[in-house]
């Protein structure tokens, strides 16, 4: 929690950054997977961009016809189909991994029963898979099932830091339960979504452009630059 702000507060801003977001971008599409598909997407896209996540996935769906094939493939072959994405030798027995811990506690490669699940207890459930962290779990349930996850990723986390809508010493994974409890109702996937386009077309690491920032008002980081100048 930011000091001096209490919960009430916090949600009114983000009820105010959401809605700026929205009138700025919109409400935002995305292709939806199934819930394999996606899990093994995000296990991919781990410290690499878009496109090479989208290269390395092609690249297995195209070798591979089927998870289960995936699954049962020698190691290297799943290491080479998916080097476009880097750390190929990580990502690789990760992947496989999950998919047979997936089916020695399902019986197959499903998990659309987490669907039916509270929120913590589904979340729980893929979080005990090793190599499955809060992030990945996050946008498996939000993207796949419509659970109010809110997935923190460097530009989201970056850019609550600087709004003030989280503690400056808060790590990702103390500001994915934040941001879940102060996200407005039903805004999880647009506002995730809307920050991540926040971050990387406007809130940069390293060069923000602030003069074009639809949330000028609501940024304390906007708020000192001003005041120091």
């Known amino acids: 929690m930011p000091p001096g702000m209490t919960t009430s507060e916090l949600k009114r801003k983000a ?90 506690e399902r019986g197959q490669l499903n998990i659309d029963f987490l669907a039916d699940l509270p929120l913590d207890e589904a979340r729980q459930w893929l979080l005990n898979i090793n190599g499955i962290g809060p992030k990945t779990a996050s946008i498996v349930l939000l993207f796949c099932y419509d659970k109010p996850a809110f997935p923190v990723d460097t530009h989201v986390h970056r850019v609550t830091g600087r709004l003030g809508l989280r503690d400056p010493k808060m790590n990702a994974d103390q500001t994915h339960t934040l941001m879940e409890q102060i996200c407005p109702p039903g805004a999880h996937f647009a506002m995730h979504l809307n920050l991540i386009r926040l971050g990387r077309e406007v809130c940069r690491a390293r060069t923000p452009d602030c003069s074009r920032c639809p949330l000028q008002r609501e940024c304390d980081y906007y708020r000192a630059l001003r005041k120091a100048a």
């Not at 493939?73 to 799943?78: F, I, R, S, W």
């Not at 290491?79 to 811990?101: E, F, S, T, V």
């Open 15 to 104: 009820k105010a950054v959401h809605e700026k977001l929205l009138k700025a971008y919109g409400e935002p599409t995305w292709t939806r997977l199934d819930g394999i598909s996606e899990l093994v997407a995000t296990i991919l896209s781990q410290n690499t961009n878009d496109g090479n996540r989208d290269l390395a996935y092609a690249r297995l769906r195209a070798r591979f016809p089927t998870w289960e094939a995936v699954r049962d493939a020698p190691a290297e072959a799943v290491i080479d189909a998916i080097r476009p994405a880097g750390l190929a030798n990580q990502k690789g027995p990760r992947i496989q991994h999950a998919l047979r811990r997936i089916t020695e």
